[in-house]
């Protein structure tokens, strides 16, 4: 297991990685890292906005870092941080606390009493002062939450932050220090100490199961949406909520079950289907659930909140079943759970690509990223690879059992700014797709709409993803960190609204390219792992303009950050009439791409035996026979044939053995279920 110490580096140097790599300063990369865990965890929504203010002078000196409202519970969001980024893990003391969460309430309050006339229009302060007055002054906002991010440790000494509060709100505090982080990564789900208070009758249903334990019983809608007023998105199963965060709200069929007839809710409801690590039973009842998900039925409990919430509706006669698993799955705890999800939403309540994390897609850019090279670079004589990091913490689990020198290999092999992260991926290859206004809406938005972008095409073309999309998907990751630093450390940047400006800068390109009638050849990028400069000035041609025009939208949307969100943002920018000359190396034409494709699935379908083989034998025996222990105790040996366990034996203890291209076709297929979707970590 990893400790403290071990992921607190780790965190570091990948922090270090990224702002290298993508251009960012340390303390940007920082913030993203962090918020991007807490929508995963749903702490926020995928709104959030980063936005940098600092006013140290005065009397009252503020500061503030983002923002994020959830629309739902109308939860406004303000964010600080404290980044050290110091090699030993440093303490937050009480005295800081207390100055960055006061200069925080500073912030808010004076943003309620109109701070964004001072300052200036087009920068992304203003957006975010403004956007907060606007909800202050029409009464959205029923909460306010002030969070303090930092990689150091809060003080042993610490037990609560300062009161805050004026005559419309309580200030909720919220710090999020490594320790936090930690927990998220050590159990994969959300905070350890997340528990819920209740008191629920139960059912238990007999079972043989030694992985769960499962019950039925129901909740009222009063105590539905008591537990989701507090809790919010953190009670949906993480590879559903953030689908769930922009869909409707109200379902109109529940909405008017409990307006006419809340005592049929039970009867014309599915209910809801649950999990937790634990449960805690006195005297009949259930009184603590634990790390409580609902796995199905997000619609329903979101339905249940808003028709209280925003309807003012009677929700008091409303029952809801629940079907609950208490779920023991130790270090496979939150893959069960992924799977109860799926399994739970097979009736088309959740699109199957709403469980992307289990898709053909990802087994197949990590085999690509196992096995494919990148030349030497710089002079160096050792070839590196891309890491596919499938699940969150795998590039520094596979760390974990490695010796001092293994681990200093499988690090030049593998170098951290070449970790490919999912949410990442999505953001350049839909900017590509030529879908600015969707990657402006933030990672885990754009990772959803990618999902579903991908989850098409595997059901239309199963060869969709090939080598060749492999080495390519690469290339957009390089040119849009190029894209990324270039404007960073451009003359012509105004310091705001970057992500926005690297987005429609490269779909610009692509629709360009599109308009010509041509096709980009990414190969040159791929080969040489860098954009060259006969490409970078006429990219850098495009991203000026691309600036000047999103930092000078049409009247009636001086927020640009909302601005570029919208898909008219896109058919403005289209109109630009930019001048371009593309290096004719980067450029194909429709017939050799067509005959490409042609030759890309008939050498998948040879390769594919090839690629079983070769990885069979190279995977060695000694981690056979790690597979072949695993397999051999009961609870493992589910879908395991007997000529599995047969060419799993042999494999695993015979010395050069050479297994059968139907054994390598099998093997193959063991070690996908025991290590890509059991999660057990070879030695």
């Known amino acids: 297991m990893t400790t403290l110490k071990e992921f607190h580096e780790d965190f570091l140097q990948t922090t270090l990685s990224v702002a290298e790599s993508r251009g960012l300063l340390n303390p940007q990369?920082?913030?993203?890292?962090?918020?991007e865990e807490l929508v995963s965890t749903g702490e926020l929504s995928v709104n959030y906005t980063e936005a940098d203010i600092r006013l140290l002078t005065g009397r009252q000196p503020i500061e503030a870092y983002g923002f994020d409202f959830d629309e739902e519970?109308?939860?406004?969001?303000?964010?600080?941080?404290?980044?050290?980024?110091?090699?030993?893990?440093t303490t937050l003391t009480l005295g800081t606390i207390d100055k960055k969460m006061t200069r925080l309430y500073n912030f808010i309050v004076k943003s309620f009493e109109g701070l964004y006339k001072k300052l200036e229009e087009t920068s992304p302060a203003y957006s975010m002062s403004y956007n907060i007055y606007r909800k202050f002054q029409s009464g959205d906002i029923n909460r306010v939450k002030m969070f303090l991010l930092t990689d150091g440790l809060i003080s042993k000494n610490f037990i609560k932050t300062n009161d805050f509060s004026n005559s419309d709100f309580e200030f909720e505090t919220r710090i999020i220090d490594i320790e936090y982080l930690y927990k998220n990564y050590s159990t994969k789900n959300a905070d350890s100490s997340f528990e819920i208070e209740t008191k629920i009758p139960y059912l238990k249903i007999p079972t043989d199961s030694q992985v769960y334990t499962s019950y039925l019983t129901y909740l009222n809608g009063d105590q539905l949406y008591e537990i989701y007023d507090k809790f919010g998105?953190?009670?949906?199963?993480?590879?559903?909520?953030?689908?769930?965060?922009?869909?409707?709200?109200?379902?109109?069929?529940?909405?008017?079950?409990?307006?006419?007839?809340?005592?049929?809710?039970?009867?014309?409801n599915n209910g809801i289907t649950a999990t937790a690590s634990e449960v805690e039973i006195e005297q009949g009842m259930i009184v603590r659930l634990h790390?409580?998900?609902?796995?199905?039925?997000?619609?329903?409990?979101?339905?249940?909140?808003?028709?209280?919430?925003?309807?003012?509706?009677?929700?008091?006669?409303?029952?809801?079943?629940?079907?609950?698993?208490?779920?023991?799955?130790?270090?496979?705890?939150?893959?069960?759970?992924?799977k109860v999800a799926e399994y739970a939403n097979t009736q088309n309540k959740v699109n199957k690509s709403d469980f992307f994390s289990n898709s053909p897609f990802h087994k197949d850019m990590k085999n690509y990223s196992t096995r494919i090279w990148v030349n030497p670079q710089n002079g160096s004589q050792k070839m590196t690879r891309w890491y596919y990091e499938r699940v969150r913490g795998e590039f520094l689990n596979e760390q974990l059992y490695l010796t001092k020198s293994k681990q200093k290999q499988f690090l030049i092999e593998n170098p951290k700014h070449q970790l490919i992260d999912k949410t990442f991926l999505s953001k350049s290859e839909n900017a590509w797709l030529q879908k600015p206004y969707i990657v402006s809406r933030g990672a885990q938005y754009c990772f959803g709409d990618f999902a579903n972008y991908v989850s098409g095409l595997l059901e239309k073309n199963k060869m969709a993803i090939t080598e060749n999309f492999y080495k390519d998907a690469i290339s957009r990751i390089i040119l849009f960190r190029t894209v990324e630093k270039m404007t960073s450390n451009a003359e012509w940047y105004t310091g705001g609204y970057r992500a926005q400006t690297v987005a429609y800068s490269i779909s610009y390109l692509?629709?360009?390219?599109?308009?010509?009638?041509?096709?980009?050849?990414?190969?040159?990028?791929?080969?040489?792992?860098?954009?060259d400069g006969t490409l970078y000035k006429e990219i850098e041609k495009i991203a000026q303009a691309v600036h000047e025009n999103i930092i000078t939208p049409p009247v009636g949307h001086s927020n640009v950050s909302q601005w570029c969100k919208r898909e008219a943002c896109w058919e403005e920018i289209k109109k630009m009439n930019l001048d371009l000359d593309i290096p004719a190396k980067f450029l194909k034409e429709k017939e050799e791409v067509l005959y490409e494709k042609k030759e890309e699935k008939v050498q998948k379908k040879m390769d594919s035996g090839i690629e079983k083989q070769t990885f069979v034998i190279e995977l060695g025996k000694e981690k056979w026979f790690q597979i072949f222990e695993y397999c051999s105790?009961?609870?493992?040996?589910?879908?395991?044939?007997?000529?599995?366990?047969?060419?799993?034996?042999?494999?695993?203890?015979?010395?050069?053995?050479?297994?059968?291209?139907?054994?390598?076709?099998?093997?193959?297929?063991?070690?996908?279920?025991?290590?890509?979707?059991?999660?057990?970590?070879?030695?």
């Open 29 to 35: 990369a920082f913030f993203e890292q962090v918020c």
């Open 73 to 89: 519970r109308k939860i406004l969001s303000v964010l600080t941080h404290e980044y050290f980024q110091d090699n030993e893990i």
């Open 291 to 338: 790390n409580f998900q609902i796995v199905n039925g997000g619609q329903t409990t979101s339905s249940i909140y808003a028709a209280k919430k925003n309807e003012k509706l009677d929700i008091s006669q409303v029952v809801v079943q629940m079907k609950l698993s208490v779920i023991d799955g130790g270090d496979t705890h939150s893959e069960f759970v992924s």
């Open 233 to 268: 998105q953190r009670l949906l199963e993480q590879n559903v909520r953030t689908f769930l965060q922009f869909r409707g709200n109200v379902n109109k069929g529940i909405k008017n079950t409990i307006t006419g007839a809340p005592t049929d809710f039970f009867a014309f």
């Open 633 to 683: 105790k009961p609870e493992n040996r589910r879908g395991l044939s007997s000529f599995g366990l047969n060419s799993l034996t042999k494999v695993s203890k015979e010395d050069y053995y050479l297994p059968s291209e139907a054994q390598c076709k099998e093997l193959f297929s063991i070690y996908e279920r025991v290590v890509l979707e059991e999660g057990l970590i070879l030695k």
């Open 510 to 531: 692509s629709y360009w390219i599109k308009k010509m009638r041509q096709y980009f050849n990414f190969n040159p990028i791929w080969e040489e792992q860098f954009v």
